[in-house]
């Protein structure tokens, strides 16, 4: 079955994603308006600025339909900013962007630009010994119960899944490791 998957083309690391998909052979939509949603098998929330792609997708009339076609069972995947779009908590107050995902998130949890590194994980399940880059990353802090923690660093948990949402603190579309995505892809298939 041929898959498309949209990738939120807003503000970000969309180019990345994009190409990620296609050189696995996956049809990808640069997702900017409400009509783009309407004919993917799934949607990836890239890393980026979270505040500005939260207000881009509000403006954008695209809130209500990412929520309705996730609660429906569409598979999305949030990189980085992704991850503090999904959660249904931001530590500090800020209010919640999509809130879909059982979780509370700690925005530049590793601390700012300076704060970017590399480091190897194990994505329990889906690769061991991925290359994890992360740049001015969010952790997540808290838990619901449907809420499976795939990976940590020291008690920061880094890669989740509830059912059909997908998140990690890292940025797997720079690499050339795609492990991650071809996991997602089969989620959307
Ligand atoms: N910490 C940033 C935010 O909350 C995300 C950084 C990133 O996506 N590289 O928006």
Known sequence: MSVKIGVLGVQGAVAEHIKTLERNGVEAVNVKRLEDLSDINGLILPGGESTTIGRLIVQGNMKEKIQELAKNGMPVFGTCAGMVLLSEKIEGGEPAHLGLLNATVNR???????????????????????????????????????????????????????????AVSFHPELTRDDRIINYFINKCK
């Open 108 to 166: 530049n949890g590793f601390g700012r630009q300076v704060h970017s590194f590399e480091k190897e994980l194990n994505i329990e399940g889906i690769a061991e010994g991925f290359n994890g880059v992360f740049i001015r990353a969010p952790y997540i802090s808290e838990v619901g119960p449907s809420v499976k923690v795939l990976e940590t660093i020291d008690e920061k948990v880094v890669a989740v899944e509830q059912d059909n949402i997908l």
